[in-house]
């Protein structure tokens, strides 16, 4: 880290302790600043670092539900509102134990870059609750999606703030969710939130735009190497919404995806995976990974198992943050992986960065990778304000051209500033020198 940011980022630890996730996503910023502090020394005049570091807005509360037995349950919601110097804050909302305000206040950090660099107009937040919707009912899932909103519907707007989904929260989630604020406010604002089903307002591509952006994103990492997924073996992390869609978008580009993972375990499957089964066993049954071994005689399943110690060409991380350490990082390069990719954000330890970098394969940071969930919902917002519905082929073009501009972007920040073909620094610098500068026109607000 640059000399100039010490103190900065001393500061930054002292007034959040204990958060540990949000201090990574900070260094791991900050380590590419030097050099734009160096070229524009006004931002460090004007404590744009600081300021970006520091939310608008953090929003705690009670989210109170009653189970089909009648059982009194208290969650906690959580709504960072980090920054909105380029539009009203946009980012999804995520259901899951872990979630703490540490967790959110990470994803809403690396969510004001990557909105940055998609080049459309909005800011970045995150939101979402400990509460776990897996073997839960529909009927209370509702009551939970509308406690939850109740809350939440005072605090976001198409204007203001623009929920999505994210782990644990899809179109079921999503629906309830915007039933209850449409009753709430009498309106029927569809703006105000994204990844609605088709029938409400949602947009064609946006369940499957994070994992077809990822595959988008590394078919030009490995272009600007003169070379294309064609004939690739690679590995998926995870099995939810972004592995599925990534494995499809993969497999149209020529990869081949031999295997995919869940908490449980990881499957192998030499003649690649096969996506109707993947689909049935985690979208329709919403079962564990090792269902779809019942289906597929060849296919192997390993419980606890490392994904990350499969041979492959490519490997996209697309499951939850750290989840590939230095120790993967070695046995993927080992194995003669030529690029890593991120689908999940921060699924990659700084220390499996750092040797990927090093070892100069083509490595991408979530912020860029998978920015195509982001921008469809983007896209979505465009749709509502006009009342009007684009064709499947049309978004996924859209999809596709943006996700090359980021890429470009990337790339050409990178060589400008002196480290070609770094991803991570390109990424980086390209999204805060967007947001700073528009901080900067904003005035001291």
């Known amino acids: 880290m640059d000399e100039k940011l010490e103190s900065v980022f001393w500061n930054v630890q002292q007034r959040n302790h204990g958060e540990t996730e949000f201090i990574q996503a900070v260094r791991e910023v900050f380590s590419s600043m030097g050099p734009v502090l160096s070229k524009y020394p006004r931002f460090a005049e004007q404590k744009i670092i600081e300021r970006i570091c520091e939310p608008e807005r953090q929003i705690i509360f009670r989210v109170p539900w009653q189970d089909d037995q009648g059982q009194v349950h208290i969650n906690r919601g959580f709504r960072v509102q980090f920054n909105s110097a380029l539009g009203p ?20 950090f690396e969510q004001i870059f990557k909105n940055a660099l998609t080049g459309l107009p909005i800011g970045g937040g995150k939101g979402g609750s400990d509460f776990c919707p897996k073997g839960r009912s529909d009927a209370e899932v509702m009551r939970f999606c509308q406690s939850f909103m109740t809350e939440l519907c005072r605090h976001v707007g198409e204007y203001t703030d623009v929920p999505a989904g994210d782990v644990g929260v899809g179109k079921r989630e999503i629906g309830y969710l915007f039933g ?39 078919q030009e990492m490995l272009s600007a190497r003169s070379q294309s997924l064609d004939g690739k073996t690679c590995i998926v992390s995870g099995s939810g919404n972004v592995a599925i869609y990534a494995i499809e978008k993969v ?73 590939l350490t230095g120790k993967d990082a070695a046995t993927l390069l080992e194995n003669g992986c030529i690029a890593v990719a991120e689908g999940a954000n921060m699924p990659t330890t700084p220390e499996a960065i750092e040797l990927f970098i090093e070892a100069g394969i083509a490595y991408a940071p979530g ?79």
Request: aromatic letters at 10%; a positive charge; charged letters at 25%.
């Open 89 to 108: 804050y946009k980012g999804g909302l995520r259901f899951h134990p872990s979630v703490n305000l540490s967790i959110i206040k990470f994803l809403g």
């Open 180 to 218: 209850q604020y449409k009753r709430i406010s009498n309106r029927y604002e569809s703006g105000v939130l994204t990844g609605k089903g088709l029938r409400f307002g949602g947009a064609l591509v946006r369940t499957e735009a994070t994992g077809y952006g990822l595959g988008y994103f590394v």
């Open 251 to 323: 497999t149209q580009l020529g990869g081949r995806v031999v295997a995919c993972s869940d908490s449980s375990g990881y499957i192998y499957d030499k003649a690649g995976i096969d996506l109707p089964t993947l689909k049935q066993v985690k979208e329709v049954e919403r079962g564990r990974i090792r269902r779809y071994c019942e289906f597929r005689d060849d296919a192997r399943y390993h419980r606890d198992g490392n994904i990350w110690k499969t041979k492959c060409d490519v490997a996209l991380p697309c499951a939850t943050q750290n989840e």
């Open 367 to 445: 912020k860029a990778a998978n920015a195509g969930g982001v921008a469809t919902s983007a896209l979505e917002m465009q749709q509502n304000a006009s009342r009007d519905t684009w064709s499947f082929e049309f978004t996924d073009r859209k999809l596709a051209s943006i996700m090359k501009d980021i890429h470009d972007r990337c790339l050409a920040t990178a060589d400008e500033y002196g480290v070609p073909g770094n991803y991570a620094r390109g990424a980086n610098i390209a999204g805060f020198t967007s947001v700073a500068e528009a901080i900067e026109s904003l005035g001291l607000i």
